[in-house]
């Protein structure tokens, strides 16, 4: 049997696997490469892509009191090619209860399910949520697996709301900085071919 033959054999066994095992399919232009010989067969890895809404407060200048309240919100694409979602949250707090009432600090965290437009979002079930009232609040990793738990595909909206506190003045007795950390990992499949050993392109992508 020519090396030519195998090879051909090899390419086309590869493109059924993937195309089975995978969600979404290959393009027929980069199953004919490889048929081709163009490319040499891929194999399969991981693709992350990282959303970070991570914040600090420091309050400085002359609107300092506006800094108190931050907002920030991120539409995440969900797709039948993502495998995993991994959400990483924590809060460092300077919270004194000697102020009471008066020293409100939080972290709320939501991430909802929407449709494909980023609209009809259900507000009803969150996917993930989180208040971190005053104090901090310790580091967690929540692993949303597909295989493991059913999620439905869409342009997912990731909102987190706080209130802190912080300042700069270059004396460490006197410094403090609230803050938090939200990441959000949302892992696909990708292929990697010899030619590009660097790269590995989603199936999004093919």
């Known amino acids: 049997m020519s090396s030519l033959y195998k090879r051909t054999i090899c ?6 696997f993937l195309t089975i095992s995978l969600p979404g399919c290959l393009s027929l232009a980069y199953g004919r490469e490889i ?4 490319r040499g067969e891929p194999k399969i890895d991981e693709d ?6 991570s914040h600090t407060f420091v309050l400085e200048g002359a609107d300092a009191f506006s800094q108190i309240q931050e907002t920030k919100t991120e539409q995440i694409e969900i797709d039948e090619t993502v495998s995993e979602i991994v959400i990483i949250f924590k809060t460092t707090v300077n919270f004194q209860e000697i102020f009471g009432d008066a020293d409100q600090r939080y972290v709320y965290v939501e991430l ?3 449709d494909e437009f980023g609209s009809n979002c259900d507000t009803d079930n969150p996917i993930y949520e989180v208040m971190a009232d005053n104090g901090s609040y310790p580091q967690e990793t929540v692993e949303i697996n597909r295989d493991l738990d059913q ?3 869409g342009m997912w909206l990731l909102t987190v709301d706080g209130r802190g506190a912080g300042s700069n003045t270059g004396v460490s007795t006197l410094d403090f900085e609230d803050s938090w950390l939200l990441r959000v990992r949302v892992v696909r499949p990708c292929l990697q071919f010899p030619e590009s050993p660097d790269s590995c ?3 999004i992508e093919l």
Do not use: H, K, S
């Not at 390419?11 to 059924?16: D, E, F, G, Q, S």
């Open 201 to 203: 392109t989603p199936l």
């Open 35 to 38: 048929m081709e010989g163009v």
């Open 151 to 153: 999620f439905e595909d």
């Open 48 to 53: 992350w892509r990282v959303y970070d809404l």
């Open 112 to 114: 909802l399910w929407c």
């Open 11 to 16: 390419a086309i066994m590869t493109v059924l």
